[in-house]
């Protein structure tokens, strides 16, 4: 028997060193992710990291770790998508059923290829089971310049019968360091993307939602890693990620018995084992990951040029500046009382009115939340004119005109509900639970998906002056039962979200034009896969300048602020509207205040503060940001902007709460040229006031830096710099 094993085990060994060894290579200009078919006939991750200056290096890589345990099990492989009920002990990226019941799975590699995509390279690995037909396709798109990778699978059921997926990563990652330190990011409303960092160690850390939509209200679908220490702004090894994907999300950072680390990014397969009929593919979200040994800083700039390049809405273009009515009006407003806030809009020198929630509904009118969502029509006795009188008036203004939606929800007080309960997530047989008095669509359903286009399509074609939406989404869902899936319960949360990119396809398809807000009860959606539909999203409902100072300087992080609306508001009064302004300068400028009520210096000063915010788009939006001074870390706060030619910038500097005769240290800017001389002007100022002026070098802003800050409380100062 023995020389019988021995035998088998030797044409085994035979038969699997015929499959060539290949190695793949996913390269950027500065990181390199490295793949490797072993003689065994399946992929292994062998590198990522630090791009290797020789290629041949690539082939010396060992597919295998030393796991210190028992010698005919003492060698590893990091599988580049592993799977449930393998040789490997931890987590996998692939957990199925096939359709006779059998919970295992291995991949063997069947082909890959390479080909050049904007911005840079795409290689696709095909993989697949040799005892089941279930097939795998592994994405990786490199983009050269950017640094950045993006990373998902497809898995097609091929089988006669239905599978059922009941974990679904998009990527696995491996890293071997002495250390891991992750920094993720959570809050609830109001208290948006708050920082969380801890070292990794044995076992596994996840972070995750299960609210199906304003998915991203607890926790924020974005990470740091620090390698070896905590993340830092302007040093070390760090990998920042994000998920692209409108729902429920799971990252899994796994620390196993020979200290290695896996990151499992994902879909949260949370009720959510998915019925795969045969022919059908499953596409996981995008995993976006950057890595820089040189701190956070240089990984957000990566990010940022990337996601104005390649993957947000009209990234590239400019963004309207706004006068939002909903802290001066809420639901009270009439015709006339709107067309008088556009030519409020029009005086503060903004390019758009946006009429927010309160505008639609007849039967039930919409005068507070608890009624009206889902009944889409102008309320007559509000806007006897329509929409199309508001567009009228908007352009008689001299502004352009934008409106607010919430399309995936309904009130059970509505016409909509009435003709459609059909159409709500519900469930049936129980009492219905509420959050904020409303329900959500079915949008797994197509009649539902037709109806929710049809909310934007209907306005617009009414109304062709319509210039914009703000796309809110205040409720997670609830009452987690699907009409139209029945059976298939555990397709609801991810359906629903693909039902919703299907909408917005559509709508971008027949609208490119048209820029959309992405809103959520604040920041409850904010990731890359929306982004490519929408042109900037709302971070937090919070307004409060002290606070937004620390919510934009997390998302700023993962974002570009061309992507990240910022509004003055009445939120803390007791702040200084030059404050106000300042903070809401950083990112895309909004308000959302009654001009009226202002006094004539404050309301000068925001007509002066919207003029030099005009100038300074390319700076601001275009340009790098330098993070200067976390709130985190003291009581200030700065950043600047540099244009890429470095002949242009602009400074923010924020006094938050400073100590008694706390130590007041320069500012030192960065990134500019060293070699120049630029002049130094503050901006922001009423009449009357004088700021810094002057002229210095380049190197002496870098290394001696400014007395920007001061000792009190919620002062702020905003410099232009033009090199000579």
Not at 55 to 62: I, V
Not at 526 to 532: F, R, S, T, V
Not at 571 to 579: E, L, Q, V
Request: proline fraction near 4%; hydrophobic fraction near 35%.
């Amino acid at each position: 028997m023995k020389k019988f094993c021995f035998i088998m085990t030797t044409l085994l060994i035979a038969a699997t060193a015929a499959v060539a060894q290949k190695t793949i290579r996913v390269s950027t200009d500065n990181t390199d992710l490295i793949m490797q078919v072993n003689n065994n006939g399946r992929l292994y991750m062998v590198y990522l990291g630090d791009k290797l200056l020789n290629a041949s290096d690539a082939d010396r890589l060992d597919w295998t770790i030393d796991t210190g345990s028992d010698a005919s099990v003492s060698k590893r492989g990091h599988e580049a998508y592993m799977c449930s009920g393998g040789e490997d002990f931890f987590e996998p990226a692939l957990g199925l059923t096939h359709a006779d019941g059998n919970k295992t799975t291995y991949l063997y590699y069947k082909d890959s290829q390479t080909k050049a995509v904007d911005g840079g390279n795409e290689t696709v690995i095909t993989l697949a089971d040799n005892k089941y037909d279930v097939e795998v396709r592994l994405h990786y798109v490199a983009y050269t310049k950017q640094n950045v990778i993006k990373a998902w699978s497809e898995i097609t059921n091929k089988e006669k019968g239905d599978i059922s997926l009941w974990k679904y990563a998009s990527a696995i990652l491996y890293f071997s360091s002495q250390k891991y330190f992750l920094t993720n990011y959570h809050g609830d409303w109001a208290r948006e993307a708050q920082p969380a960092v801890q070292q990794l160690t044995y076992g596994k850390k996840v972070i995750d939602t299960k609210l199906g939509t304003r998915a991203a209200m607890h926790t924020q679908p974005f990470f740091e890693l620090g390698l070896d220490a905590p993340a830092a702004e302007n040093s070390g090894r760090v990998m920042l990620g994000t998920i692209a994907w409108t729902g429920n999300f799971r990252c899994i950072f796994e620390v196993d018995n020979v200290g290695g680390l896996r990151v499992i990014p994902g879909i949260n397969p949370y009720a959510s084992d998915y019925k795969l009929k045969p022919g059908k593919t499953f596409v996981t979200p995008e995993f976006i990951f950057t890595l820089s040994n040189q701190g956070t800083g240089l990984a957000s700039r990566n990010l940022h040029d990337w996601a104005r390049q390649y993957q947000l809405k009209d990234g590239t273009g400019d963004r309207m500046t706004l006068l939002n009515n909903w802290e001066s009006t809420a639901f009270d407003f009439n015709q006339e009382s709107l067309a008088a806030l556009m030519k409020d809009a029009k005086n503060l020198g903004v390019d758009m009115f946006l009429l927010d929630d309160g505008w639609f509904a007849n039967k039930y009118p919409r005068n507070d939340d608890k009624a009206g969502l889902g009944d889409w029509e102008p309320n007559h006795f509000k806007l006897p004119g329509g929409v199309k009188a508001l567009t009228e008036a908007a352009d008689e203004a001299g502004v352009k005109f934008g409106i607010w939606i919430e399309p995936e929800m309904v009130n059970p007080k509505s016409e909509l509900f009435e003709k459609h309960p059909d159409w709500v997530i519900m469930q049936p047989g129980r009492e219905p639970y509420y959050y904020r008095n409303q329900l959500v669509l079915d949008l797994a359903n197509p009649k539902v998906q037709d109806y929710v286009f049809s909310v934007v399509d209907n306005i617009l074609k009414e109304n062709p002056g319509v210039a914009y939406f703000k796309w809110d989404c205040n409720s997670p869902i609830t009452n987690i039962y699907s009409p139209y899936l029945r059976q298939n319960q555990g397709n609801l949360y991810v359906d629903y979200v693909r039902g919703l990119y299907n909408v917005l396809h559509r709508i971008a398809a027949k609208y490119p034009h048209v820029p959309m807000m992405l809103c959520s009860g604040g920041g409850a959606r904010c990731d890359y896969e929306a982004l490519k539909y929408f042109t900037e999203f709302w971070c937090s409902d919070n307004t409060d300048p002290f606070e937004r100072i620390y919510i934009q300087w997390s998302m700023s992080k993962f974002f570009p602020v061309k992507a990240m609306a910022s509004h003055v508001t009445e939120w803390n009064k007791n702040t200084s509207m030059k404050f106000r302004l300042d903070v809401a300068s950083m990112c895309k400028l909004g308000f959302d205040i009654d001009m009226a009520s202002l006094s004539q210096t404050d309301y000068k000063l925001c007509q002066q503060a919207v003029a030099n915010y005009d100038r300074l788009k390319p700076v601001i939006l275009d340009g790098d940001m330098f993070k200067l001074v976390s709130p985190y870390e003291g009581n200030h706060a700065a950043v600047n902007y540099v244009t890429k030619d470095k002949k242009s910038a602009v400074v923010f500097a924020y006094d938050l709460h400073p100590r008694y005769k706390e130590p007041v240290l320069n500012l030192k800017l960065q990134g500019l040229d060293p070699t120049l001389t630029y002049n130094v002007n503050e901006i922001n100022l009423a009449d009357g006031q004088e700021g810094l002026s002057g002229s210095f070098t380049g190197d002496y802003l870098m290394k001696i830096g400014l007395p920007l800050f001061s000792p009190v409380d919620g002062s702020s100062r905003v410099l232009e710099l033009t090199a000579m």
